[in-house]
Nanobody, 130 residues
Framework: QVQLVESGGGLVHPGGSLRLSCAASGFTLDHWAIGWFRQAPGTEREGVSC????????HYADSVKGRFSISRDNAKNTVYLQMNSLKPEDTAVYYC???????????????????????WGPGTQVTVSS
């Protein structure tokens, strides 16, 4: 059974850091694109970052460039999102999602479109507040 589970969320002060983890089971993620999305109350889901299949190419939303970094550990079947210099507007539920090797995000195409992803985790809450 394919499963994604996020962890690492929590409450942090502005300027602080968190590292989110997305652990995959039931499939090997090294050929899949893994995206991070977030959704705050009353807003649309936003694509935050994506790690393309098999290589080191990554993508970021303009709102997080220079502050967030995505990485993957294929041996652990896990993808990480390192979030630095957090701002109150980063507060949201964060989701990881997996797109198959034949779908656009694996090639960097429409990586920010949640409809391109087949599997989703339940989400982890990130709250940035003083």
């Amino acid at each position: 059974q394919v499963q994604l589970v996020e962890s690492g969320g929590g409450l942090v002060h502005p300027g602080g850091s968190l590292r989110l983890s997305c652990a995959a089971s039931g499939f090997t993620l090294d050929h899949w694109a893994i995206g991070w999305f977030r959704q705050a109350p009353g807003t649309e889901r936003e694509g935050v970052s994506c790690s393309r299949r098999g290589d080191i190419s990554t993508h970021y939303a303009d709102s997080v460039k220079g502050r967030f970094s995505i990485s993957r550990d294929n041996a652990k079947n896990t993808v990480y999102l390192q979030m630095n210099s957090l701002k109150p507007e980063d507060t949201a539920v964060y989701y990881c999602a997996a797109a198959p090797p034949w779908r656009g995000p694996a090639y960097g195409y429409r990586w920010y479109d949640g409809n391109e992803y087949d599997y989703w985790g339940p989400g982890t809450q990130v709250t940035v507040s003083s």
